[in-house]
């Protein structure tokens, strides 16, 4: 039956995109791909049209498993760890529903950041959380993408900084519809105002001073006070949606940019980074999973550099969003940047869209929460309701 489907590679992609499938025209060269695999498969010729007849009322695979509901918690949260533990669990409480992945087996992580630029207001820190089993449908789909659009060669990134070139600004409507409809997961980017310059502790001086200290004596590497600070923001996270998120068994890939959290230096490499995620990810999960991987963008681009465009465009534009409510400036950018806005505004079938919000409060503590981003009735730039 999978031969039918084009772009379908098992009953796992045709149960994570049953609407698809229902829209799917089983027309004569449908039947005619069947007949054919089952001529090559088992020595059996049956013409299309017997297929066709047999096939009418043929029986819908099992329900899919799409979100699960929450209250949720994070399960380990012990005294000594740090106070990003207690901020995140605090928004954490606050979603209603997440990806449930339960019926997967491989998990992609692709992360990208933002707000490095000294005029921005907020880090921003985003991942996709998505299931690998489902993922044939949308390899196929940005491919003819990129085809149409003459993409492919060299394989042109939806870069958030870069979207106006001609091929990629005409594309990127198309391809931000095959990420709400072909990924099934989360997106999901953690705001940090610039005004906490720690998360780890009440002095940024001796937060940082005693993480650098701290990771090379168990054997993460030697790091800067930001760069053990950066690190340490986005394995948290991570680490704590991946707790969530998983179940036993599962395979994790964490796929990134080349960026200062996992750079290969005299005093620390690439390997460091991976040694002090698994660390991490013990700290709050109470299962193991089979295997965690981690991978920098590959030389020969393809579809996996089209998800790793999805976190960079998260991050640029909830940093955008952002900014602009706080200072009340407008959004630079073009039409382009106007189609990522309404992407993230907008919900979707498969894609969960998640966004946190870590700020300094008036009375001086530091609070969290989510955002939601909806569209302005008489304007076409959403604004955040906390």
Not at 166 to 174: C, D, K
Not at 267 to 296: P, W
Request: with cysteine; glycine share 6%.
């Amino acid at each position: 039956m999978i031969a039918m489907l084009p772009g379908f590679r098992d009953w796992g992609d045709v149960a994570a995109f049953r609407d698809q499938v229902e829209r799917h025209n089983f027309d004569a060269a449908a039947f005619e791909r069947l007949a054919s695999r089952i001529k090559q498969q088992f020595q059996i010729t049956i013409a299309p049209e017997t297929l066709s007849s047999l096939l009418h009322n043929v029986v819908e695979p099992a329900p899919k498993k799409i979100r699960k509901s929450g209250p949720f918690s994070i399960a380990r949260i012990a005294p000594d760890y740090p106070w990003f533990s207690t901020i995140m669990a605090n928004a954490i409480q606050q979603l209603r529903e997440l990806p449930d992945f339960s019926d997967d087996k491989k998990i992609f992580v692709m992360s990208d950041f933002s707000g490095e630029h000294s005029s921005a207001r907020f880090y921003t820190y985003s991942f996709i959380l998505l299931a690998q089993d489902k993922i044939g449908p949308f390899e196929k789909k940005v491919k003819e993408l990129r085809e149409k659009h003459g993409l492919l060669d060299p394989y042109s990134e939806f870069a958030y900084k870069r979207l106006t070139s001609g091929a990629r600004s005409r594309a990127l409507p198309e391809f931000l519809q095959l990420v709400d409809n072909y990924i099934h997961g989360a997106v999901i980017t953690v705001a940090v105002e610039k005004q906490i310059d720690t998360l780890f502790g009440t002095s940024k001086r001796e937060a940082q001073a005693f993480m650098v200290e701290q990771l090379a004596s168990m054997g993460f590497g030697e790091w800067k006070g930001p760069a053990a600070e950066k690190v340490a923001r986005v394995c948290h996270a991570l680490a704590i949606f991946v707790s969530l998120m998983t179940t036993a068994n599962q395979r994790l890939l964490w796929y990134c940019d080349e960026d200062t959290i996992n750079v290969d230096g005299n005093k620390r490499t690439f390997a460091s980074t991976q040694k002090l995620f698994a660390a991490i990810m013990a700290m709050y999960a109470t299962h193991t999973l089979d295997i965690v991987g981690m991978a920098k963008s590959f030389q020969k681009k393809g579809y996996m550099d089209d998800l790793l465009s999805v976190a960079d465009l998260a991050a640029g534009v909830v940093q955008d969003l952002l900014q602009g409510h706080t200072t009340g400036e407008n959004i630079p950018g073009g039409e382009e940047k106007v189609a990522v806005i309404k992407w993230m505004a907008a919900p979707a079938t498969f894609l969960s869209k998640i966004n946190i919000q870590i700020v300094r409060l008036e009375n001086g503590q530091v609070g969290s929460g989510l955002i939601d981003f909806t569209p302005k009735q008489e304007a076409i730039d959403p604004v955040p309701e906390c």
